[in-house]
C-alpha cells in the first residue's frame, strides 16, 4: 500500500482554518491529525477530539522522549504534532490534514518532502482582527497578541506552496477541496 497524503494547513488565528478544515474533513472524509496543546481547554472542547490537552509538564516531557514531529511554543502555549498520530495514518495510505502554525509548517516539510503547504489568510489586517473579537474568547490582552504574532506569521507565505484568502468560508472550501483533489495521494 502507498503512503497516504499529508496536507499542512497554517496561518494566523483567525483566518478560518479550523472551520474550513472541519467542513472539508466532513466533506471529503479526511482525517484531521489531532495536535497536542498546554493550553487550557476553549468552552465545548474535549480531550481526545479537539486536542490532546497536556500540562506544561507532561507536554516538554513529550519534547523530551522525541514523540514530537513538530513543535512551537505560540502565544505563551506549546502545540505539537505527535509523530504516533501521522505515521500510523499515513502508512495505512490516509489522506491527513495537519492544522499547525507556520514554524510547523516549515518542521513538517523537512521531515516529510511530500507534504502539501497550504497558507490561509484573511484579506486584510482589519478582517483578522474582526474575526478575533468576534470569537468572544479571549481577553484584549490575548487578542493584541495574536495580532501582533499574526504580522510574523504572515512572512511564511511565501514557504508555502498554496495560498487561501478566506473572504467567504464556501469559498475557502471549494479552495482547499480543489488543492486536495489535484494532489492526491503523491
Known amino acids: ?29 479526511i482525517n484531521l491529525s489531532i ?7 476553549r468552552t465545548g ?8 490537552f497536556l500540562s506544561p509538564q507532561e507536554f516538554e516531557e513529550k519534547i523530551q522522549n522525541g514523540e514530537f514531529l513538530e513543535y512551537a511554543n505560540v502565544h505563551g502555549n506549546y502545540y505539537g504534532t505527535l509523530k504516533s498520530e501521522v505515521e500510523e495514518r499515513l502508512k495505512k495510505g490516509e489522506k491527513i490534514i495537519l492544522e499547525i502554525d507556520v514554524q510547523g509548517g516549515v518542521q513538517i516539510k523537512e ?8 497558507f490561509f489568510k ?8 474582526k474575526r478575533l473579537r468576534g470569537r468572544n ?4 490582552e490575548v487578542i493584541q497578541k495574536r495580532l501582533k504574532n499574526s504580522l510574523k506569521e504572515l512572512e511564511y507565505e511565501d514557504k508555502y506552496e498554496q495560498v487561501i484568502i478566506n473572504n467567504k468560508i ?8 480543489s488543492i486536495i483533489e489535484k494532489n492526491g495521494v503523491k
Do not use: W
Not at 521531515?111 to 497550504?118: D, E, V
Open 1 to 29: 500500500m502507498s503512503l497516504g497524503a499529508l496536507y499542512v494547513v497554517s496561518g494566523p488565528s483567525g483566518a478560518g482554518k479550523s472551520t474550513v478544515c472541519k467542513l472539508v474533513r466532513e466533506k471529503l472524509g
Open 35 to 41: 495536535s497536542a496543546t498546554s493550553r487550557k481547554p
Open 45 to 52: 472542547e474535549e480531550n481526545g477530539i479537539d486536542y490532546f
Open 111 to 118: 521531515k516529510f518532502p511530500t507534504a502539501n503547504l497550504i
Open 122 to 129: 484573511t484579506a486584510t489586517k482589519e478582517e483578522l482582527e
Open 137 to 140: 474568547t479571549d481577553s484584549e
Open 170 to 177: 464556501e469559498q475557502a472550501c471549494e479552495d482547499l477541496i
